[in-house]
Structures are given as structure tokens and as C-alpha cells.
């Protein structure tokens, strides 16, 4: 079998420093520090509302903190937002699957976006998804169009992996699936942050349950009683 990625290189750490999130006038969380280095990963816990998809948005550059910084080897996201959407992988809940289109073309599709060649074939293969690869996306079953919307993350590599709830509708077989995937992908310099509420097997990655930092005082002393919170001139 071909070799899922043929590694990455140079040096990556992800750093996050008293982030504060805070979503339609209500503070999230706040305070929050991370950092995560190439070969790591981070599982986010906490009830629903803690902020766990809030902070994996934050994290793809698809929502503003209220406060705090994002940094990617020392350097500040925000500077070059363009290349840090291109070394990232975002997958969230809704699975970005047109009805007509095949699982192989919607993989094409993708890679295109990122001016790579497209790996669809091995990406079917591994989510146990072979014998579909051309049927339309209306005709598959739920878990398999969430194979399918991970399967991205093999047809074309990128070095960040933002997992949101990932096994969502996903059996035990392609559970494990998964779980081998995203430890290749560690084994050769791959960094992974998942949002999950099932116990899923990631050897020695750190955790975080986001309802330890719930409140974010700090943005709320900040915005002050009756102000509005922008969010125009963040750092992040």
C-alpha cells in the first residue's frame, strides 16, 4: 500500500495565549493557553456550549478571538492569514458534499482548491470507501458521507488537522479508521485537534475541557456593562 504522506518538513508549533472567546454579546471562555508541536495532539472536551467548535474556528482563522494571540512558529497568524489557511485542514460538522457530485470528483474538487494533485484514490481506500467512489453523493448513507468529508484530509495533506466531532454518525470500524489515520499522520510530523465527546484512542495527546475556563472576566471588565464587544481591533 502506498504511503499515506511523504511527511513534512521544517519546523511547526502552534501556540495559542490567553485567548478569550466570546460569541453574541456572551463571553465563551477566556484565558486560554496551548501550544502543540509537529507529532501532536490535543483533545478538546467540555458540555455543549463550552466552546470547543468556537475555539477549532479561532484556530482555522474563521472567527476572531475577543483577546489573545495565535501564533504558528513564533509568528503571529494574523499577519499571513493566506498561508495558514493552506497548511490546515478544517472539518466541522456539516460535510460540504454537493448530491451530484461522486466521491471521487468531490475530492478532486478539493485537492484543485489547494493547486494539488488529487489523491482521491488512496483517500477512498483508506476510509473503506473503494467500492463508491462514483456513486453521487445523494445516495450515501450518513456515516458515509462523513468518510467522505474526511477522506479530504488524505487527498490532499496539509500538516494542521481541526477535527470537529469527527465521529459523528461514524461505526466502530470506521472509528478505528480514523484513529490509525490520525496517527500516521502524527508519525510523520502532523499536528491534530480534535473536538470530541467520545473517548477516542490518541496516544499521549494533551487535553483541555473548556468549561475550566468559562467566563472570560477579563473581555467582559473590558467591554464594560451596556458596551457592545468588537471585535475590529483584536490581536489574535
Not at 36 to 51: F, K, S
Not at 113 to 118: K, L, P, S, V, Y
Not at 148 to 159: E, F, G, K, T, Y
Request: charged residues 20%.
Amino acid at each position: 500500500m502506498a504511503p499515506m504522506t511523504q511527511g513534512f518538513d521544517g519546523p511547526a508549533r502552534l501556540d495559542a495565549r490567553a485567548l478569550d472567546c466570546v460569541r453574541g454579546g456572551r463571553a465563551v471562555f477566556g484565558g486560554l493557553d496551548f501550544g502543540l508541536e509537529a507529532g501532536g495532539a490535543l483533545l478538546l472536551h467540555g458540555p455543549n456550549g463550552a466552546g470547543k467548535s468556537s475555539l477549532l474556528r479561532i484556530l482555522a482563522g474563521l472567527l476572531r478571538p475577543a483577546a489573545g494571540h495565535l501564533m504558528w512558529n513564533g509568528a503571529a497568524v494574523r499577519d499571513d492569514q493566506e498561508a495558514h489557511r493552506a497548511r490546515l485542514h478544517y472539518v466541522g460538522h456539516l460535510d460540504a458534499l454537493k448530491p451530484l457530485m461522486t466521491p471521487r470528483e468531490t475530492l478532486g474538487f478539493f485537492a484543485a482548491m489547494r493547486g494539488q494533485q488529487a489523491r482521491a484514490d488512496l483517500a477512498l481506500e483508506r476510509l473503506g470507501l473503494a467500492g463508491l467512489a462514483e456513486t453521487p453523493g445523494r445516495y450515501l448513507s450518513a456515516g458515509q458521507k462523513r468518510r467522505v468529508a474526511l477522506a479530504r484530509l488524505i487527498a490532499s495533506p496539509a500538516r494542521l488537522w481541526l477535527l470537529d466531532e469527527p465521529t459523528v454518525t461514524l461505526d466502530l470500524e470506521a472509528t478505528t479508521r480514523l484513529e490509525g489515520l490520525m496517527a500516521a499522520h502524527r508519525a510523520q510530523g502532523g499536528m491534530v485537534v480534535v473536538a470530541t465527546h467520545t473517548g477516542l484512542v490518541l496516544d499521549g495527546a494533551a487535553r483541555i475541557d473548556l468549561s475550566h475556563f468559562r467566563g472570560g472576566r477579563a473581555r467582559s471588565e473590558r467591554a464594560g456593562a451596556g458596551e457592545a464587544a468588537s471585535f475590529e481591533d483584536e490581536t489574535w
